[in-house]
Structure formats: C-alpha cells, structure tokens
C-alpha cells in the first residue's frame, strides 16, 4: 500500500525557515517525481514543487523560487521541502504527493503557520 | 502560466440526479507525445485530495464508474451520472503539461 506521511509544520515567525519531510512507503520511491502542493486556510490548491527521480530536474511555482528548496533522499525514501524566508501567505497544508503530470496519491499533509 | 478555469464554483445537486464540471485551459494541453495531462481530484470535507482521473478519461482503480471524464485541446468536463451523499466535496481539475502545474478554482458540490 503507497503510504506519504509528512511531518515538519507548525508555527514560524514571518522571516523564519521550516523543513518539512515526506516519508514515502509502499513503492519504489527512487522510480518516481515526486510534488509538494499547498492549500492555504479555506482556499483551493496551489502546486508548489516537483523534483525528478534523481534530483537532477527541479521545478517551482515562482512565488517561492529562490526561498524554498525541494530535496529527496532516495536512500532513506524521503521528500523534503526546505523553506527559508517565509511569509504570512505561505500558511496553507503542505501535501507530498507522486507523480510529475499528475499526483496520483497524496500524504494527510502537515500544517505551516507563518505568524508573529 | 497555463489558466485553468472552473465552472460552476458552486453546484448544489438533487440526489440521484447528474452533475457536470467544466474546465477550460488558457493553452492547450496537448502535450508532445500526443498525451493530454487533464486530471480530476476530490477533496471531501476534512480529507486530503483524492485523484478520480488522469489523462482526461482515465478513471482511478476504486473510482465508480458514475464518475466520468472528456473532452480535448482545452476544453474538458467531469460529469456525475448519478450524485450520491458520498459525492459531497470539492472538485478541481489540473493540468500537467506545462510548467508550472496548474489547478482550477474548484468547484463546490452539495445536495440540495
């Protein structure tokens, strides 16, 4: 059974970093792109990032380019989402999700609140 | 970036009866290797998204077959044959063929 569980959220300062994971199970992760979407307090979704199987190709939308960073450790069947520079408009649900041209199985997601 | 546009946002449903989505695309969704990357998900209430299609048509395994999907180039549609209690929730349409991936609006779908 695939399985994404993600950890990592909570309360951060305006400015303030947060690193959230994805521990992925139940498939071969290093075979697969893996996706972070997010979905702000009572609003729709918003796709955020895509790595490739290797790492080597790296996509975001452009409202967090050059302040969040998408990772994976193949080894230890994990996603990761380093954001750095975070805003008051960055507080959603973050999800790990597979896929590249869709996202056919998504993780309970894991709360970020950015607030002073 | 690609502009997927929903329609209706808000869809209240007799049960028992149809319902339809609409999805338009700014760009069409043709891909190079001829696929189509239109997909469908629902988000019940207090869950995570769930795929239902990919591909425009393809239905998900353990998806009922009331739900369906169509169309091409830029234009697509999500129709329920039949809504049931279950069916209650949001649904989005989202394009995976330019970057960056896009989702529609959503639309909201209750029982009269």
């Known amino acids: 059974e695939v399985q994404l569980v993600e950890s990592g959220g909570g309360l951060v300062q305006p400015g303030g970093s947060l690193r959230l994971s994805c521990a992925a199970s139940g498939f071969t992760f290093n075979t697969y792109w893996m996706t972070w979407v997010r979905q702000a307090p009572g609003k729709g979704l918003e796709w955020v990032a895509n790595i490739k199987q290797d790492g080597s190709e790296k996509y975001y939308v452009d409202s967090v380019k050059g302040r969040f960073t998408i990772s994976r450790d193949n080894a230890k069947n994990s996603l990761y989402l380093q954001m750095n520079s975070l805003r008051a408009e960055d507080t959603a649900v973050y999800y790990c999700?597979?896929?590249?041209?869709?996202?056919?199985?998504w993780g309970q997601g894991t709360l970020v609140t950015v607030s002073s | 970036d690609v502009v997927m546009t929903q329609s209706p946002l808000s869809l209240p449903v007799t049960l028992g009866q149809p319902a339809s989505i609409s999805c338009s695309s700014s760009q069409s969704l043709v891909y190079s290797d001829g696929n189509t990357y239109l997909n469908w998900f629902q988000q019940r209430p207090g869950q995570s998204p769930r795929r239902l299609i990919y591909k425009v048509s393809n239905r998900d395994s353990g998806v009922p077959d009331r739900f369906s999907g169509s169309g091409s180039g830029t234009d697509f549609t999500l129709k329920i044959s039949r809504v049931e209690a279950e069916d209650v929730g949001v649904y989005y349409c989202m394009q995976g063929t330019h970057w960056p991936r896009t989702f529609g609006q959503g639309t909201k779908v209750e029982i009269k």
């Open positions: 999700a597979r896929g590249m041209t869709t996202a056919d199985y």
